[in-house]
């Protein structure tokens, strides 16, 4: 089979096209014909090994142990194991996987769920990691409820398109904050209020909220608080700069410290993949009331411009990669 592989850690540019020997699905997996893979700032740090720190924490630390990148799935089951139940050949599965920028790829079966028959597959390839990091951050971490004031920063892009809607399904008054070019999208959406943070400072004073979620961002904590309700909730999900050994760890671990010492609750989220919040997600999407912002697809042999394209910060929601 084809499959995108890569050696070494590096730029996108250690990725390569090769044919390889399909996976074979253990008594527990299913082995899933890919139609479509999620691109997002995970896949960029598998890549790179980036921070240092999460090379120790099991990537690989002289080399990648996993050849094939990315973790978004959506596809066809094509054999499952003796052990699997619920699932057969032929369904159509949506979820995450080792692996998945390949033309089969195995997956544990408490991984993958039914995909929504209203979704595409390269709709439903956006959806897994970028959706559940969503939800958990506003339900799990920051207890969102009807009523509250929820800003949303980074809500232009992959976790934040779906943020905004989720927070706006469970009833909250959402500011999205993002570039000029994505107010309309943000609007579009059904956020309350839109911020381009290039003519305007959510932290100005002016509105405090309930609960803020900075997505992939770097701004400082005290610049945060500014715009923090006095016993908010600060969810960081994700975050760049930083450093080669720790990224944007550091800045979540000065939040959890400092959370002990002021009533704002501070701190940060890393997603888990769970099957239960995937069917919560599957019944959003299978409402209307969620749907997946998908700006790109790219085929199987550009997955380093799609990594990069995404790397440059234009995307608008989702980029995907079809098989």
Known sequence: MKAIVQ???GSPDVLELREIERPVNGDDDVLVRVHAAGVDQGVWHEVAGLPYLFRIAGIGVRAPKNPIPGHD???TVEAVGEKVTGLRPGDEVFGTCRGPFAEHACARADRLVPKPANLSFAQAAAVPTSAAT???ALRDK???RAGQRVLIIGAGGGVGTFA???AKAY???VTG???TAKTELVRSLGADHVIDYTQEDFADGRNRHDIILDIAGNRSLSHLRRALAREGTLVIVGGEGGGKWFGGIDRQLRAQMLSLFVRQKLGTLIATARKDDLRVLREFLEAGTVKPVVDRTFALSEVAEAIRYLREGHARGKVVVTV
Do not use: I
């Open 142 to 144: 920051g207890n969102v």
């Open 164 to 166: 905004v809607q989720l």
């Open 134 to 136: 969503a939800l958990q």
């Open 7 to 9: 050696d070494r850690y």
């Open 177 to 179: 904050v993002c570039s």
């Open 73 to 75: 799935v959506a596809g």
């Open 171 to 173: 009833g909250a008054e």
